[in-house]
């Protein structure tokens, strides 16, 4: 099946938002994304809705700005990942890894416990090699419940 013209708008629109955050730490506005690709702000305001209900795209409630864009997080969290020459904020431990293995790139991965507060390091090498203490991570819900509260989860 041929995608529709909706569809080929919000797949471009996507892949713009990724690649506006691997290159600026940071997701692109609404008016950012409709100069990047030369199109309505309008247009860019639906393609973002319809991402975020088919849950390719996290936004704030209520906005139009990108809350995750997974793995990244746009807003600053405890965890960070440096790569590449940049810093990256990630959502939670998990996304700390999908960050350097989406990039595919070496990376250094900063938290912060959520029960001790204890600062944790971790490396990241040749793509899949997890240095560092041996830790524990824990999620709070089940995979399926995690659209129930993203951000808590």
Known sequence: ME?????????????????????????????ETADGLQLDPSRARTAYERLH????????????TVRMAHPFSGVPTPVRVYTNGHTYWANCAWDALGIPAM??????????????????????????????????????LPFRRWYEDLIFT
């Open 3 to 31: 995608p529709t013209h909706s569809e080929s708008l919000d797949w471009a629109v996507r892949l713009f938002v990724y690649r506006s955050i691997v290159e600026n730490e940071r997701p692109p506005t609404i008016i």
């Open 53 to 64: 209900e088919r849950h390719a795209l996290f936004l704030e409630p209520g906005t139009l």
């Open 103 to 140: 990039l595919r790139a070496n990376a250094t991965t900063e938290a912060t416990c959520g029960g001790t507060r204890e600062a944790i390091l971790l490396r990241v090498e040749e793509g899949d090699r997890v240095l560092g203490h041996r830790e524990l991570v824990h999620f709070a």
